[in-house]
């Protein structure tokens, strides 16, 4: 694997879950494949579960990790091409990217979109920046669309707790008091499009994901029709595609509680944390035998660990 | 030992001021103790001396080290049981400390208090919900009302240098500009209680501790007669514990002078640092041969190594 | 080397230079000479090359690393004599440096000026008052006044790739829109004026660097001139020295276009990083072939490789 930016970037991608769950019998089975190697880590956003278990995988395969919150501990990126910098960007990502690429021999990149200009979002323009400058693998730790190291543990975690072969996974959207980014929905559904899974996506009109990520799963405008014989319910909020970066609807009656979850076949709860309580989910669900939100943030690190480890595997055959 | 919270963590008290006095003698002793654990340091507040010799304490044990400013790289942490969270806070504290305790096999903690609500900074909520939730060792890097780490180098810095068997150790008010926590007066008593030294508190009426951490010891509202005899002065600014969190006076005649350390019997001067120089103390006695801070401040690191070490044997016994 | 903070500190210049050749070959070489020594680096300001590059570097020597944005994740330092300190400084430099050094075997510090008080500035206080309080090497990671470690990076840069046995090299004030230190001008004519080169400084009238850095280079205020038979052209801005502090100019004619390097000897175009794009420097240049800026910032690592080294050498031997 070249660089971890999609799912399209995943050869095989049952390999990679094997993998996975091999680090998580046996985290050290190779603690020197990383040796003299450095992981840098890049921070736009605040991050606690990508930060440190992607931080952890490394220092498991013997990496050394390097960590910036970017621009408070370097300076502000300019990413567009021509700009005279006059402004408040000290520098150009051309130079930002390439200079991390001399010292680097992996870079992660968390980048949160605006939720203002969806074309602009949509370009990615951070992380493909990093692609074509730093000359070095590229991990994405969460950019403005996509955040794929939490699908493979979301889908990891599915494989690890399904009970029949094809389970139904439900993607619901549920209440938020803030306008949150698509990349966690949009990653989902490229990746339970990809599984063996019956996938059903559920949020009140107009908050339609991006079809590229979101086809050609079901969508199900009824929350509790789609929670009928569910074997996981993932919920999260997120603004709206098609009205960007709008919130249309904080109805509450969207929230997850005990009362929906019994319409399911003893699905397992799901959330990618950090996580509003009594706002998209209900105290009795989270603290329920249901949920498997913490096992799910535990899987991080080994889904992080089978990247990192296909990604070094690539660059030595080189 | 389990955690490491307060002096009755602590279940022999002698044998971690050995194991301390060990590490001083020779820091890699064991090199490989720790080796594939993570020490996860989280800072809600500055720290200096703290964040440096925990951090180090571990590297000489061959652990791997992760450090967060918790709410500045991740999240604010709701702490309240059944709080609807659609205010500011992001991550409620029993995943947040749930998830660490998945990446870190020791978690320390920096959490100070607000000095508003006393019933609620004495209550340790951040704290004692780590070690409710996080499922790790937890250790206090200074949380609202203790600061172990801080104690045990100061106990061990008292013991390396005392001339008499049982040495007086007074612990002096000073004035200071701000409102500070009462947790490094608290914990020093809470540990000079249980010490073989004969411990006097000075300070302005109004400034009682805590009795819990207090009593038994002497009381003596008169700074200088306090003084007569001293082998240690131990000056510290602290808020109003009756008047919660209020500063009642910063009467310059308790800072400690050349002339107070006169009635003493050439006691040794000690500050846990930061310290106001010409506010708390005179720089004729910071930079005086009885000013002891630096030694103070260097053994924190064997304090925080015999600590790590003390909870690493305790893991491995399990 | 005991200390590095401005070339004088450089013992034997070409021995330095051959040692961080010798690491550009083979970085590796001695993975092990700085085991169980910390390197902390103290950031005031922010800092990417500098930052990833000295961390690297003692990676690879075997060395653990402690960072530390001092006045963010520590106390705000105050370094005058004699302070009352009832402001919002809460550590003093005698207390803060001497801390860190019981902590750190080198101690690297970033503390640029304020560009207010020149003769405050050019003393130093913050790196001297380190020097003079922590009693371990410090390394400069650009001071008020100097930037070493670049000028080290720069020299080894033109001895790499220059065609003739004592090159032209021209240091060039460019415009910008903020007041910018003289720290790496003044260190890169400092060591250029111990090099076999040809030095040539060209800025605006008023814009005349501190003599004790930029003599005996020759001046010339005539920019097109000074970049006749060049084979370097360096270009940086910065704040004048006379009228300290200020910008003078912002005259876009002295920005570096294609059209000026074509006066040149087929110059490399050098810049220290981070460079505003079509203000200092154009596109075309930055984007050109004879553009050395990422070869440049590569070297910062084996510069800091060298100096960290020479340093650890100098410790043992005592």
């Excluded at 490394?58 to 006059?86: R, S």
């Excluded at 990149?109 to 493909?128: A, C, G, Q």
């Excluded at 980014?181 to 996506?201: E, G, K, L, Y």
């Excluded at 009205?243 to 005990?258: Q, R």
Aim: proline share 5%.
């Amino acid at each position: 694997m070249k660089n971890f930016v999609s799912v399209d970037d995943v050869e095989d991608m049952a390999a990679l879950l094997h993998m996975a769950n091999q680090y998580k019998n046996d985290p050290y089975a190779t603690p020197q494949i990383g040796n003299n190697k450095i992981l840098g880590l890049i921070f736009f956003n605040p991050s606690l579960r990508t930060r440190l278990s992607t931080q952890k995988a490394a220092l498991n395969l013997g990496m050394h990790v390097m960590i910036m919150n970017f621009d408070k501990d370097g300076w502000a990126l300019e990413t567009e091409e021509g700009a005279i910098m006059n402004g408040n960007k000290a520098e150009h990502i051309k130079e930002g990217a390439a200079v991390m690429g001399q010292y680097c021999d992996i870079i992660g990149i968390r980048s949160f979109p605006n939720l203002e200009d969806r074309d602009l979002d949509y370009k990615e323009v951070t992380i493909n920046g990093f692609i074509k400058y730093a000359g070095v693998p590229i991990v994405n730790l969460e950019s403005a669309v996509l955040h794929p190291l939490q699908s493979l543990a979301d889908l990891m975690t599915i494989e690890e707790l399904k009970k029949k072969a094809r389970p139904k996974v439900v993607l619901t959207w549920a209440p938020h008091v803030k306008a949150l980014p698509q990349s966690v929905p949009n990653s989902f559904a490229q990746w339970m499009n990809r599984a063996d899974v019956d996938f059903v996506i559920t949020h009140p009109a107009g908050y339609e994901l991006a079809p590229q990520f979101s086809q050609p799963a079901t969508i199900e405008y009824d929350q509790q029709k789609a929670f009928e014989d569910a074997d996981f319910i993932y919920a999260k909020n997120w603004s709206s595609y098609e009205n960007y970066g709008k919130i249309l609807s904080k109805d509450p009656s969207w929230m997850i509680t005990n009362d929906k979850m019994k319409l399911t076949n003893h699905a397992h709860f799901m959330h990618c944390l950090p996580v509003r309580r009594n706002v998209v989910v209900h105290d009795e669900v989270l603290d329920g035998a249901q949920s498997i939100v913490i096992q799910q943030a535990a899987n991080r690190l080994y889904a992080a660990q089978a990247v990192l480890k296909s990604i070094l595997d690539s660059s030595t055959q080189l």
